[in-house]
T-cell receptor, first 118, second 112 residues
Framework: GAVVSQHPSWVICKSGTSVKIECRSLDFQATTMFWYRQFPKQSLMLMATSNEGSKATYEQGVEKDKFLINHASLTLSTLTVTSAHPEDSSFYIC??????????????FGPGTRLLVL | GDSVTQMEGPVTLSEEAFLTINCTYTATGYPSLFWYVQYPGEGLQLLLKATKADDKGSNKGFEATYRKETTSFHLEKGSVQVSDSAVYFCALSEANAGKSTFGDGTTLTVKP
């Protein structure tokens, strides 16, 4: 299957700092990337949908000024958690879709980034 | 709106037992259906998919058939292994919407 990477895989930061998470599709051009948040033993919660070259579409209840998403190219999207607080601690997962591989409906997921805010 | 309902877990089986994880869905259009697997501490991996009614997706001994009449996409495997222990997510994606709708996940534990 397609390969999607995330960096970093683990991050620990102090409250009030900003954290950037990168999501890259390594072997295909992703027209759309998705950002999810997953709490322990729960399903994925979609945070936002990002299309290359346009503003991200945020789900209801997700603060766009706190979770900044940039999709600058067909292979890279970034999520920046601004002024992180302990309640932002979670597992963040990105996925990429589009291109000839799998079509628009099939999402390929990154390995996730575990964020711990102290 | 769209929704996916999965069999509640956790499910505990002995090695070589038969596995069924039920999944039913509601959708306004003609979605594609997916099963994803998540191993501890990792992201999701696509296990199999089906894009239209009566299609059967299969991979690594797992199978699921897209049943439009019962709006179901049950996951089955004839003989599970300890290495199949993971969380399994059923999902659907409408072609025009782009984003997917996920079930709550079913935790499978296979004991030797």
């Amino acid at each position: 299957g397609a390969v999607v990477s995330q960096h970093p895989s683990w991050v620990i930061c102090k409250s009030g700092t900003s954290v950037k998470i990168e999501c890259r599709s390594l072997d295909f051009q992703a027209t759309t990337m998705f950002w999810y948040r997953q709490f322990p033993k729960q399903s994925l919660m979609l945070m936002a949908t990002s299309n290359e070259g346009s503003k991200a579409t945020y789900e209801q209840g997700v603060e766009k000024d706190k979770f900044l998403i940039n999709h600058a190219s067909l292979t890279l999207s970034t999520l920046t958690v601004t002024s992180a607080h302990p309640e932002d601690s979670s597992f963040y997962i990105c996925s990429a879709a589009g291109g000839r591989r799998g079509g628009r409906e099939t999402q390929y997921f990154g390995p996730g980034t575990r964020l711990l805010v102290l | 709106g769209d929704s996916v309902t999965q069999m509640e877990g956790p499910v505990t089986l002995s090695e070589e037992a038969f596995l069924t994880i039920n999944c039913t869905y509601t959708a306004t259009g003609y979605p594609s259906l997916f099963w994803y697997v998540q191993y501890p501490g990792e992201g999701l991996q696509l296990l199999l998919k089906a894009t239209k009614a009566d299609d059967k997706g299969s991979n690594k001994g797992f199978e699921a058939t897209y049943r439009k009449e019962t709006t179901s996409f049950h996951l089955e495997k004839g003989s599970v292994q300890v290495s199949d222990s993971a969380v399994y997510f059923c999902a659907l994606s409408e072609a025009n919407a782009g984003k997917s709708t996920f079930g709550d996940g079913t935790t499978l534990t296979v004991k030797p």
